[in-house]
């Protein structure tokens, strides 16, 4: 039903909900007439709620502001759930009626007397609710992490283009410097045999033979240069790694 004395503003109560701390919402009461009009408020759960102001007299077409303070609640609601309400009440006061003319009575319903009644109920929110994120935020947030993955991709897919040209080099190198080996080791032992046979030293040819292969299975001078090129091919290679 529409009122015709007050305007009551909002149409319901919102009361942000947290634990262990008051909250507070306001009403607004605006007097419609060119009358003087007297207003109460009610609550359903008065020791739940303290109303600021409960009760007073609206002058003509002037407003005024009432407030609504929750008591800090002890346990989390899930659901936010709640049945109170609240009721504002008005009447037509006198001409240049006070707070002194405020009485019980105004409220008494009687013949000729318009009584009436607006209701509101109270709905909980959350305390602090997330705040929307807007799209071009989101694509601004997005963009670094898509450059970041084609960083990461890219050093990835030079990683392995190091890694294969490094075993191919490592195996091509030791197939060189093995054929190397093998074909020095082959010269060696037939110059070898080829003065033997050429002379009484057969003895003393055959020691130094046996040397020569001793000397075959031992640590490589091609060796240690095969370490030192890889190092260095490693190193030149590592420098594009870098992005």
């Not at 529409?2 to 009551?8: E, F, G, I, N, W």
């Not at 407003?63 to 899930?78: D, G, H, I, R, Y």
């Not at 045999?193 to 046996?210: D, Q």
């Not at 190092?231 to 420098?239: Q, T």
């Given at each position: ?16 909900y ?16 060119d ?29 005024c ?70 799209e ?32 191919l ?18 010269s ?21 033979l ?34």
């Amino acid at each position: 039903m529409s009122s015709t004395l007050l305007r009551v503003s909002p149409s319901e109560l919102k009361i942000p909900y947290e634990v262990k701390r008051q909250r507070s919402c306001c009403m607004q009461l605006m007097n419609k007439t060119d009358k003087y009009v007297a207003f109460k408020v009610k609550t359903t759960n008065p020791r739940k709620y303290s109303v600021r102001h409960t009760c007073g007299i609206l002058l003509p077409r002037s407003s005024c502001s009432v407030t609504v303070t929750m008591q800090a609640p002890k346990e989390m609601q899930l659901d936010y759930h709640c049945k109170d309400k609240f009721l504002v009440q008005s009447a037509v006061a006198r001409d240049g009626a006070t707070m002194r003319d405020f009485v019980p009575e105004l409220f008494t319903r009687a013949p000729g007397r318009l009584i009436e009644e607006f209701k509101l109920r109270v709905v909980y929110i959350a305390a602090n609710p997330p705040s929307p994120v807007p799209e071009e935020a989101e694509e601004e947030d997005a963009a670094p992490a898509l450059e970041e993955m084609g960083r990461e991709a890219k050093k990835s897919s030079v990683l392995d283009a190091v890694s294969d040209n490094i075993t191919l080099f490592c195996t091509t190198t030791e197939s060189s410097i093995m054929h190397f080996i093998v074909y020095s080791f082959v010269s060696q032992e037939s110059r070898l045999r080829s003065v033997a046979n050429s002379g009484p030293m057969l003895s003393c040819t055959e020691e130094l033979l046996s040397e020569a292969r001793s000397s075959q299975q031992g640590f490589s001078v091609m060796f240690v240069l095969f370490v030192f090129m890889s190092s260095v091919f490693i190193g030149h290679l590592m420098k594009h790694i870098k992005v």
